[in-house]
């Protein structure tokens, strides 16, 4: 089984070797970077091999951690790359800011390696269970949009559409099941990894995004009221409008 390749990222420099030194006695190909910009250099190096996984600080000089994943998630070639965040921001707004990134994890400092390291071999795990080998190669569409789940990707009218993997998943699971209203719990424990702890509103905050990229079908994920989200087709949905739900 080859190697995962693993960045990480952060401006103390101490702290990169410490995480360098363990991930490769745990028997990952590691790499550390001291800035944001010289890590989106190498993970854009077309000599290098993929990035399986980044670890990545979010307050540095320069460009931030949110900034870069803003920018890897932005680019169908790297936007399924998992991040996990390393960082002294563990406030409620910062790691709901995070995971509206797509962030897989979220680690607030001081934390121990041992920590570290559990958490990398959860998302690694997670994610290997979307590998082409573990996914039914039928297709779901609806009209002109459809979603390959081979290739792990969506398309309307055959233009790609970025979408974070937390998109993605949202959009797959609501399409295989028109029509069933999922609870906002519901869809926490079928899409994110159960090693996060995230509330029932970042569930809103990637439904919002999701509407967006998908410009004439986001009328089509309707909130119910009281209950939480369907896909609902355009007939069935006439005279509905799919406004977000209020939240406290």
């Known amino acids: 089984m080859d190697k995962k390749r693993i960045l990480v990222v952060d401006d103390e420099r101490d702290l990169c070797d410490i995480l360098r030194f363990n991930l490769l006695s745990a028997g990952y190909l590691a790499e550390a970077f001291c800035s944001a910009?010289?890590?989106?250099?190498?993970?854009?190096?077309?000599?290098?091999?993929?990035?399986?996984?980044?670890?990545?600080?979010?307050?540095?000089?320069?460009?931030?951690g949110f900034e870069l994943a803003e920018c890897l998630k932005a680019d169908k070639q790297t936007m399924s790359i998992p991040i996990i965040f390393l960082t002294a921001k563990d406030a409620e707004a910062d790691k709901l800011q995070g995971f509206a990134l797509g962030a897989d994890d979220y680690v607030a400092?001081?934390?121990?390696?041992?920590?570290?390291?559990?958490?990398?071999?959860?998302?690694?795990?997670?994610?290997?269970?979307?590998?082409?080998?573990?996914?039914?190669?039928?297709?779901l569409a609806y009209e002109e949009l459809l979603i390959d789940s081979e290739g792990k990707s969506a398309t309307i009218d055959g233009r790609p559409l970025s979408l974070t993997r937390t998109e993605y998943e949202l959009l797959r699971l609501l399409l295989e099941?028109?029509?069933?209203?999922?609870?906002?719990?519901?869809?926490?424990?079928?899409?994110?990894?159960?090693?996060?702890?995230?509330?029932?509103?970042?569930?809103?905050v990637n439904?919002?995004?999701?509407?967006?990229?998908?410009?004439?079908?986001?009328?089509?994920?309707?909130?119910r009221t009281g209950f939480g989200y369907s896909f609902v087709g355009r007939a069935m949905n006439k005279g509905e409008e799919a406004n977000e739900e209020e939240t406290d």
């Open 207 to 223: 439904i919002a995004r999701l509407r967006k990229k998908l410009n004439r079908y986001g009328a089509c994920l309707v909130s």
């Open 37 to 64: 910009e010289e890590a989106l250099r190498a993970i854009r190096n077309p000599q290098s091999p993929a990035c399986d996984l980044l670890l990545l600080d979010v307050m540095m000089p320069g460009m931030s």
């Open 109 to 139: 400092k001081p934390f121990s390696v041992r920590e570290v390291l559990a958490r990398v071999r959860a998302v690694l795990n997670r994610t290997a269970d979307y590998s082409p080998q573990s996914m039914t190669d039928r297709q």
């Open 177 to 204: 099941h028109p029509g069933k209203v999922f609870s906002r719990q519901q869809l926490l424990e079928r899409v994110w990894p159960r090693e996060v702890i995230v509330t029932e509103r970042t569930v809103d």
